[in-house]
């Protein structure tokens, strides 16, 4: 069985995929980017997001809390 540590590392660009996304959303926004292009990348940061508390109520034992 892998370690906690090794668990979380395996997460890590998951991490910073979501966290790219959220920067390019607030960049959107802030240059008042167009609307549907502005949502598009709301929806991308928010998916990304869900998927690594996903993966890490995984790596936890942890039942998943997204719901569909």
Do not use: C, W
């Not at 590392?9 to 607030?26: C, H, N, S």
Request: hydrophobic letters at 35%.
């Amino acid at each position: 069985m892998k370690s906690l540590m090794e668990l979380i590392e395996a997460g890590e660009p998951l991490i910073q995929r979501a966290v790219d996304a959220l920067r390019r959303y607030r960049e959107a926004q802030a240059a008042d980017g167009p609307p549907n292009e502005v949502e598009r990348l709301h929806h991308e940061a928010e998916s990304l997001f869900r998927a690594v508390t996903d993966y890490q109520l995984g790596t936890l034992g942890s039942p998943s809390v997204t719901h569909h």
